[in-house]
């Protein structure tokens, strides 16, 4: 082995990795919460709304779940201002990220809604409860608390296939990594600590997501 | 049954003896390896036009293409090119995945830090250009307006260092993003050669693109590993003898239109 | 130098597909291996192994895809003084990337199976791996089926990732083309088109296999 590790060339740049961290971190969770967002009102729609509603769903939710990620991004950013629509690269990933959480999300809380029971539902009629109560308390509710685990780890990937935004310039960890090691000659030192600080704040988001299950979820009565 | 962690113990050191016995010793220096391969693995960027291209058939074509082709002819080998964007152009050959690079790789004293230059076969120019109706006259137009430059690249190395504080640089990982932004208007204008430029602006009349400034003009030249000088000097020669009896700049008229200017040597 | 989009650029980015699969293929089978391996080490008895496993699988559940190819495509082999191609750069990082996900797919699967199926089968004499061999790995196998085929998906789609390091398969086929056609409201869409015609049916099979499995088996899934 003739390579020489040079890790200080690293330290010398953690202001600018701290920037790029900084942004992921900012676009991911920007796009868990508006994603969250679109995923319970497909979700809603899907399960309770008329069957056109349904099938632009179901359509929606297949053709993001089956094409690449990377492929969307391109879309959004490079096709779509020939339609008019022109996002800058922030905008861009935030919206691809949010679209595509969106998805993947209204799969999982589907399945999570499709595990009430029907008999809660009748015992909120029953109870004189509007259709909008019903779906926030006895529906959502214990649904989200059911798919959390779920909804968990796809917070995670997202942020994680947040790398890929470095292709359309967006100014992210992945991207700052990149220029630091094509001008440094030191692949290795940069890529194994983005690598390192992708771990950190994985655990990081992990660990705020728990903290969130138990301050909303955990405390509450049987369900 | 084996305990597993035997059985892992003894896949690890077989993985291991695999690993080094790939690293056998060899006393061949690279231009030995490839003449007795018979063989010759150039790195190029067929994403920059017209330096690198892809022809109507999917094959790589261009100027240094064309200078890569006739190399290997008059040495004498089979030619395996190697396609890198222009991030992998250095990358590809430090790996030892090419032999050498010829992608209009502009000498500079940062890449030589790196990889061993050989003379010069080409000269380009950076300049950054827009569309008719963005103002760029000095560089002091660029505050405020969003310039496109691709990573690993001479305008990469050279634009932010000419354009004034405000300015904002976007990066793209290869040409093609840069140049899809700039005709999708995610920025203002965009830094690249002057011929790639021509390219993008005779393929686009529609966005009547033109040259605003002029960055900076540069030599470029293959280039090799550290420590193979054999093979250095081999291209050396051989760019020696092309030069004389004209080859390089019939090729180079032929991709770029110009005449190739005359070329120093080392 | 620039053409329309016609016939031969069409051909070009369909051509491109075999790449796309083959590396899919190759990731799949490689990472089945690594994988299968790795779901039975993390179920052993040694804290080592299991230790090592875990760790593994945390690595590359908690870093982008992107970053690992980086890493094998860029860093390994400076690291190393190693003359490492394209092919196999990209080939070992995405099947250790399977390999994860897909031992941890399958560890679950394992460990679905009820404990009294352990006990049952420590009861007729057999010992660990007999009773992997006839009783747990069968039923597992199972129910994992489904979840497998959706990583295939996956595997599918992240493949693209490695057109951002120049890799030719079907997303940068597309990206060349564009650069030569300027013409990416044409390409993008087509190239997310032909991932959509790759993905769906396997999706589509993957959900399939899962109401046939709940049907059939009445085994619990793990959520």
Same mark, same amino acid.
């Given at each position: 082995?003739?390579?020489?590790?040079?890790?200080?060339?690293?330290?010398?740049?953690?202001?600018?990795?701290?920037?790029?961290?900084?942004?992921?971190?900012?676009?991911?969770?920007?796009?868990?919460?508006?994603?969250?967002?679109?995923?319970?009102?497909?979700? *809603?729609?899907?399960?309770?709304?008329? !069957?056109?509603?349904?099938?632009?769903?179901?359509? *929606?939710?297949?053709?993001?779940?089956?094409?690449?990620?990377?492929?969307?991004?391109?879309?959004?950013?490079?096709?779509?201002?020939?339609?008019?629509?022109?996002?800058?690269?922030?905008?861009?990933?935030?919206?691809?990220?949010?679209?595509?959480?969106?998805?993947?999300?209204?799969?999982?809380?589907?399945?999570?809604?499709?595990?009430?029971?029907?008999?809660?539902?009748?015992?909120?009629?029953?109870?004189?409860?509007?259709?909008?109560?019903?779906?926030?308390?006895?529906?959502?509710?214990?649904?989200? @608390?059911?798919?959390?685990?779920?909804?968990?780890?796809?917070?995670?990937?997202?942020?994680?296939?947040?790398?890929?935004?470095?292709?359309?310039?967006?100014?992210?960890?992945?991207?700052?990594?990149?220029?630091?090691?094509?001008?440094?000659?030191?692949?290795?030192?940069?890529?194994?600590?983005?690598?390192?600080?992708?771990?950190?704040?994985?655990?990081?988001?992990?660990?705020?997501?728990?903290?969130?299950?138990?301050?909303?979820?955990?405390?509450?009565?049987?369900? | 049954?084996?305990?597993?962690?035997?059985?892992?113990?003894?896949?690890?050191?077989?993985?291991?003896?695999?690993?080094?016995? &790939?690293?056998?010793?060899?006393?061949?220096?690279?231009?030995?390896?490839?003449?007795?391969?018979?063989?010759?693995?150039?790195?190029?960027?067929?994403?920059?036009?017209?330096?690198?291209?892809?022809?109507?058939?999917?094959?790589?074509?261009?100027?240094?293409?064309?200078?890569?082709?006739?190399?290997?002819?008059?040495?004498?080998?089979?030619?395996?090119?190697?396609?890198?964007?222009?991030?992998?152009?250095?990358?590809?050959?430090?790996?030892?995945?090419?032999?050498?690079?010829?992608?209009?790789?502009? &000498?500079?004293?940062?890449?030589? @830090?790196?990889?061993? *230059?050989?003379?010069?076969?080409?000269?380009?120019?950076?300049?950054?250009?827009?569309?008719?109706?963005? @103002?760029?006259?000095?560089?002091?137009?660029?505050?405020?307006?969003?310039?496109?430059?691709?990573?690993?690249?001479?305008?990469?190395?050279?634009?932010?260092?000419?354009?004034?504080?405000?300015?904002?640089?976007?990066?793209?990982?290869?040409?093609?993003?840069?140049?899809?932004?700039?005709?999708?208007?995610?920025?203002?204008?965009?830094?690249?050669?002057?011929?790639?430029?021509?390219?993008?602006?005779?393929?686009?009349?529609?966005?009547?693109?033109?040259? @605003?400034?002029?960055?900076?003009?540069?030599?470029?030249?293959?280039?090799?590993?550290?420590?193979?000088?054999?093979? /250095?000097?081999?291209?050396?020669?051989?760019?020696?003898?092309?030069?004389?009896?004209?080859?390089?700049?019939?090729?180079?008229?032929?991709?770029?239109?110009?005449?190739?200017?005359?070329?120093?040597?080392? | 130098?620039?053409?329309?989009?016609?016939?031969?650029?069409?051909?070009?980015?369909?051509?491109?597909?075999?790449?796309?699969?083959?590396?899919?293929?190759?990731?799949?089978?490689?990472?089945?291996?690594?994988?299968?391996?790795?779901?039975?080490?993390?179920?052993?008895?040694?804290?080592?192994?299991?230790?090592?496993?875990?760790?593994?699988?945390?690595?590359?559940?908690?870093?982008?895809?992107?970053?690992?190819?980086?890493?094998? *495509?860029?860093?390994?082999?400076?690291?190393?003084?190693?003359?490492?191609?394209?092919?196999?750069?990209?080939?070992?990082?995405?099947?250790?990337?399977?390999?994860?996900?897909?031992?941890?797919?399958?560890?679950?699967?394992?460990?679905?199976?009820?404990?009294?199926?352990?006990?049952?089968?420590?009861?007729? !004499?057999?010992?660990?791996?007999?009773?992997?061999?006839?009783?747990?790995?069968?039923?597992?196998?199972?129910?994992?089926?489904?979840?497998?085929?959706?990583?295939?998906?996956?595997?599918?789609?992240?493949?693209?990732?490695?057109?951002?390091?120049?890799?030719?398969?079907?997303?940068?086929?597309?990206?060349?083309?564009?650069?030569?056609?300027?013409?990416?409201?044409?390409?993008?869409?087509?190239?997310?088109?032909?991932?959509?015609?790759?993905?769906?049916?396997?999706?589509?099979?993957? /959900?399939?296999?899962?109401?046939?499995?709940?049907?059939?088996?009445?085994?619990?899934?793990?959520?």
């Amino acid at each position: 082995m003739h390579y020489a590790f040079h890790f200080n060339v690293v330290w010398d740049h953690w202001r600018e990795l701290a920037q790029g961290a900084w942004l992921t971190i900012r676009l991911s969770a920007l796009a868990m919460v508006i994603g969250l967002v679109v995923a319970t009102t497909c979700a *809603y729609a899907k399960t309770t709304g008329p !069957s056109a509603v349904r099938w632009i769903v179901a359509a *929606y939710v297949e053709v993001i779940r089956n094409t690449p990620f990377l492929v969307q991004i391109f879309i959004v950013f490079f096709s779509l201002p020939a339609l008019g629509i022109s996002l800058d690269a922030n905008e861009a990933a935030l919206a691809a990220m949010v679209v595509n959480f969106g998805a993947y999300g209204t799969e999982i809380l589907r399945s999570g809604i499709d595990a009430i029971s029907h008999g809660q539902i009748d015992a909120a009629k029953a109870l004189g409860l509007t259709r909008l109560q019903t779906f926030r308390h006895v529906v959502l509710f214990p649904a989200l @608390k059911i798919v959390f685990p779920a909804l968990a780890s796809q917070f995670i990937l997202l942020m994680l296939a947040s790398s890929v935004v470095s292709a359309i310039s967006a100014v992210e960890l992945t991207a700052i990594t990149n220029s630091l090691q094509s001008t440094t000659f030191r692949p290795f030192e940069f890529y194994f600590v983005a690598a390192g600080l992708y771990l950190v704040m994985a655990l990081g988001f992990r660990a705020v997501l728990g903290g969130i299950y138990w301050l909303v979820f955990a405390r509450r009565g049987r369900i | 049954m084996i305990d597993p962690l035997k059985r892992l113990g003894m896949l690890v050191l077989a993985a291991l003896v695999f690993v080094l016995g &790939v690293q056998t010793a060899s006393a061949e220096n690279t231009l030995e390896k490839i003449l007795s391969a018979k063989k010759i693995r150039v790195a190029v960027d067929v994403a920059n036009p017209p330096f690198g291209i892809l022809d109507k058939n999917g094959q790589p074509d261009g100027s240094d293409v064309a200078v890569a082709r006739q190399l290997a002819k008059d040495l004498g080998t089979e030619i395996e090119f190697v396609q890198v964007p222009s991030t992998g152009r250095i990358p590809a050959l430090l790996a030892g995945r090419a032999d050498v690079t010829i992608a209009s790789i502009s &000498v500079t004293t940062d890449r030589a @830090k790196a990889v061993m *230059y050989c003379n010069p076969n080409g000269a380009l120019s950076i300049t950054i250009f827009a569309p008719q109706s963005v @103002k760029i006259k000095t560089p002091s137009d660029l505050v405020g307006k969003r310039v496109g430059i691709t990573r690993a690249t001479l305008e990469e190395a050279t634009v932010p260092k000419m354009a004034p504080e405000g300015t904002k640089i976007v990066w793209f990982d290869d040409l093609a993003s840069t140049v899809q932004a700039l005709l999708s208007g995610q920025v203002d204008a965009a830094a690249m050669t002057a011929f790639a430029e021509k390219t993008v602006a005779d393929a686009n009349p529609s966005k009547q693109l033109e040259n @605003k400034l002029l960055v900076t003009t540069a030599f470029y030249g293959p280039i090799v590993r550290q420590n193979d000088f054999e093979l /250095r000097q081999w291209i050396n020669t051989w760019l020696f003898i092309n030069t004389q009896n004209g080859t390089l700049t019939t090729i180079y008229k032929k991709y770029t239109g110009v005449d190739l200017p005359p070329l120093p040597t080392f | 130098m620039s053409r329309s989009f016609g016939l031969p650029e069409f051909v070009y980015i369909v051509a491109a597909i075999r790449w796309t699969l083959l590396l899919s293929l190759v990731a799949f089978v490689g990472g089945g291996l690594v994988g299968f391996a790795v779901a039975i080490l993390r179920t052993t008895q040694s804290r080592i192994l299991r230790l090592l496993t875990t760790g593994y699988i945390q690595l590359f559940q908690g870093t982008p895809v992107l970053m690992q190819l980086f890493v094998f *495509y860029y860093g390994f082999a400076v690291l190393f003084d190693m003359q490492v191609d394209a092919w196999p750069a990209v080939a070992l990082a995405f099947t250790l990337y399977a390999g994860a996900f897909l031992g941890e797919i399958w560890r679950g699967s394992i460990q679905a199976i009820p404990r009294t199926q352990w006990e049952a089968s420590a009861c007729l !004499s057999l010992d660990y791996l007999q009773q992997l061999r006839f009783v747990i790995l069968p039923q597992a196998m199972r129910i994992s089926i489904p979840p497998t085929v959706g990583f295939l998906v996956q595997l599918i789609k992240n493949t693209s990732i490695a057109a951002i390091i120049g890799f030719v398969e079907l997303t940068r086929a597309g990206q060349l083309m564009v650069n030569v056609t300027f013409q990416p409201m044409v390409v993008y869409p087509l190239v997310a088109a032909l991932y959509f015609a790759l993905c769906w049916p396997l999706s589509l099979l993957s /959900r399939f296999l899962e109401k046939g499995i709940d049907a059939n088996l009445g085994v619990k899934r793990p959520l």
